[in-house]
């Protein structure tokens, strides 16, 4: 299998993207990780990874808290060793203009998106380099480039997450570890209903959206092997509807 003998972590894990990564990436061999806000949502992930044969740990982590982060990776470093992937997944996001945004929104975006992904990324930076080893993907959005009116605060730390991610990758490139992002379109996840539900000016279709099995693929081939020579790439992942 694929990820035989290798950890992966993926943050905001507890439903939609995160949880399809997380299962894909065990039903490939790997020993998976799983953060999420909340303790109860990772844990029944957890459960059905192992229901299938697979290897998980659950652990509650708010990434945008760097003491919890910090806990969670010392824990994780004690139960299964290194980090060999991570996929920077979790994410914040509320649709609101620059006018309208508070101090206090603008400072849940960054926390959560920009700051938790360096946070991560600081914790397993250290083992991979000294291994020689790693595959980091860190998921931006379409937000980052396409201009939405009420995206300034995600967007700007969704783009955030792309210039570190394409800095990041010049400074570790030698040390044989790929550093990846990916502009992700709409997908069809729990966040992405409730929004349709809640707001009638999102007219796009379910089956016109990127499904989460779809951007899980695109995922598993960044921390693949096969995905060696991809470095500091900012990948176009939109599906029909950005």
């Not at 379409?142 to 400074?171: C, D, H, N, R, W």
Request: hydrophobic share 45%; glycine share 10%.
């Amino acid at each position: 299998m694929e990820f035989e003998g290798k950890v992966a972590v993926v943050t905001g894990a507890g439903q939609g993207l995160g949880a399809g990564f997380a299962k894909d990436f065990a039903r490939q061999g790997a020993k998976v990780v799983l953060l999420g806000r909340t303790l109860s949502k990772v844990e029944k992930v957890a459960e059905e990874i192992k229901a299938e044969g697979g290897w998980a740990l659950a652990l509650g982590c708010d990434v945008g808290d760097r003491d919890q982060v910090k806990a969670s990776f010392e824990r994780i470093f004690a139960e299964v060793g290194g980090v060999d992937i991570l996929v920077n997944n979790a994410a914040y996001h509320r649709s609101l203009s620059v006018l309208d945004t508070s101090m206090e929104e603008w400072d849940k975006h960054i926390n959560s998106n920009l700051n938790g992904t360096f946070y991560c990324i600081k914790a397993v930076l250290p083992g991979m380099v000294e291994r020689r080893y790693g595959k980091i993907i860190n998921i931006s959005s379409s937000g980052a480039k396409l201009f939405f009116p009420g995206f300034g605060a995600y967007a700007a730390s969704k783009g955030g997450i792309v210039s570190l991610t394409q800095i990041l990758s010049e400074e570790v490139k030698n040390y044989n570890i790929n550093v990846n992002a990916i502009y992700l379109g709409m997908t069809n996840t729990e966040h992405t209903r409730e929004r349709i539900d809640s707001d009638p000016a999102v007219t796009v279709k379910l089956d016109e959206m990127l499904q989460v099995d779809e951007v899980s693929k695109v995922v598993c081939f960044l921390a693949s092997d096969a995905a060696a020579p991809i470095m500091g790439a900012a990948i176009d992942v939109f599906g029909k509807k950005a």
